[in-house]
């Protein structure tokens, strides 16, 4: 399995500021994702995160309120930007680590509350 | 939307039954994958299930595919207390791709 962590793994924030958060794997690979988890909901995919590309965002999302880096092929990170009470979510991102096993390992997670 | 959907929305059974949660979905699939959450942790992998499988085993879990029907169950055996949690069916479209999710299933095992 892949050893996924993110930072922070909790955060506070007030409404109209921005919070970044960092996603590492332990390996390389090639496409990672980034997910939302609303409260009591299932997990909505945000964006996908090319390497040396732009990220590919799921209708409903923008780069402008999500925006994603994706410097190296362990490391990305995801922006939520001027946060507003609905950004309240659990957002996790997740790899595929090879192709024979197609197995998507998901980070722990980050909850974040917007006040 | 590829997304399926999953029944029943929430479980509740005592310890020791067996506890079957069913997933549909809507296009052609490459694989489906379950996943186990506890009360809002991060998720677990459970099992992946490719469209030319019909049946896969891990230990008390049993996880059946059906393309015609475009559907999938889970079944867990002899259920404990610990396998409370909610139970996510996810489907990859392509191989070493994004998953899409379904809304989930939550199961309470009662002592």
């Known amino acids: 399995s892949a050893v996924i962590s993110q930072k922070p793994s909790r955060d506070i924030c007030q409404r109209g500021t921005s919070l970044t958060i960092q996603c590492q794997v332990d390996?390389?690979?090639?496409?990672m994702f980034w997910y939302r988890q609303q409260p009591g909901q299932s997990l909505t995919l945000i964006a996908t995160?090319?390497?040396?590309?732009?990220?590919?965002?799921e209708s409903g999302f923008v780069i402008d309120k999500f925006p994603i880096s994706r410097p190296n092929l362990t490391f990305s990170t995801l922006t939520v930007s001027n946060m507003s009470p609905e950004d309240s979510s659990i957002y996790l991102c997740s790899v595929v680590r090879d192709r024979l096993t197609d197995t998507q390992y998901f980070g722990p997670g980050t909850r974040l509350t917007v006040l | 939307s590829q997304q399926g959907e999953e029944d029943p929305q929430a479980l509740s059974i005592q310890e020791g039954e067996n506890a079957t949660m069913n997933c549909s979905y809507k296009t052609s699939i490459n694989n489906l994958q379950w996943y186990r959450q506890n009360s809002g942790r991060g998720l677990v992998h459970l099992i992946l299930i490719r469209s030319n499988e019909r049946e896969k085993h891990s230990g008390r879990l049993r996880v059946t595919l059906d393309t015609s029907k475009k559907s999938s169950s889970l079944l867990i055996t002899a259920s404990r207390a610990a396998d409370t949690a909610s139970y996510f069916c996810a489907t990859g479209k392509t191989s070493y791709d994004k998953v899409i999710f379904g809304p989930g299933t939550s199961l309470s095992v009662i002592p």
């Open positions: 390996s390389q690979v090639t496409m």
């Open positions: 995160a090319n390497q040396g590309s732009e990220a590919t965002y």
